[in-house]
């Protein structure tokens, strides 16, 4: 089964501060996603990636960054948190030729103080 | 653009009676829809997948959908709701390059 991870279940962060998520997923996936999920939103695609140091700018990118340096791991970054950027953040994965099928993890709750 | 419209954000449901989950969608050419659940505190899982094949597509967990071009139409079906049932669904459109779009989600309850 495929697995993908993040790296904190709950954060708590504040103001102005640099915040990174980081994902992790076991399968070799070339795609890899970060969404938000807000109540009454749905999800909304912040930023993904096909390939190692690749991305493109999904349909939120403002006040976010994010790196792949490694196949397995992508991270989001947040440059100087605010406090309408407290959300539940979502990672993805997908494989090349099923992207339509993608993996997620359990989610990261960040609150921003 | 392109996207999905959730018509009910909450469904409430006996245990043992059909689940109704509406969804409408919005796209100049066939397009391929999903279905995905999320249960309280785990990750979103697909449910099932339209991409053209065939209009009525099975799904786990009992679930079925139906594409109807006719009414832009691609609703969640079960015949007979059981509680493991309650979560959250979001209908989901699949565009260009791989990006998925979510409706805004139905939250399934399913009472006693």
């Known amino acids: 089964d495929v697995k993908v991870t993040q790296s904190s279940r709950y954060l708590v962060k504040r103001t102005g501060e640099k915040v990174f998520l980081e994902c992790v997923q076991d399968m070799d996936h070339e795609n890899m996603f970060w969404y938000r999920q807000d109540p009454g939103l749905g999800l909304r695609l912040i930023y993904f990636?096909?390939?190692?140091?690749?991305?493109e700018k999904g349909d939120i990118p403002e006040g976010y960054s994010v790196s792949r340096e490694k196949k397995e791991r992508f991270s989001l970054i947040l440059e100087s948190a605010s406090t309408n950027q407290t959300s539940m953040y979502l990672c993805?994965?997908?494989?090349?030729?099923?992207?339509?099928?993608?993996?997620f993890g359990p989610g990261t709750r960040l609150t921003v103080t | 653009a392109q996207s999905v419209t959730q018509l009910d954000s909450h469904v409430s449901v006996s245990e043992g009676t059909p689940v109704l989950l509406r969804c409408n969608y919005s796209s100049s050419y066939s397009p391929s829809l999903f279905w995905y659940v999320q249960h309280p505190n785990k990750g979103l899982q697909l449910l099932l997948k339209?991409?053209?094949?065939?209009?009525l597509v099975k799904g786990i967990n009992g679930f079925e959908a139906e594409f109807k071009k006719s009414e832009t139409s691609f609703h969640l079906t079960k015949p007979s709701a059981h509680m493991s049932d309650a979560a959250e669904y979001f209908c989901?459109?699949?565009?260009?390059?791989?990006?998925?779009?979510f409706g805004t989600g139905t939250r399934l309850q399913v009472t006693l």
């Open positions: 339209y991409t053209s094949a065939a209009t």
């Open positions: 989901v459109w699949g565009g260009t390059a791989s990006k998925l779009t």
């Open positions: 993805a994965s997908s494989a090349p030729g099923r992207t339509y099928e993608q993996y």
């Open positions: 990636s096909y390939d190692v140091k690749m991305k």
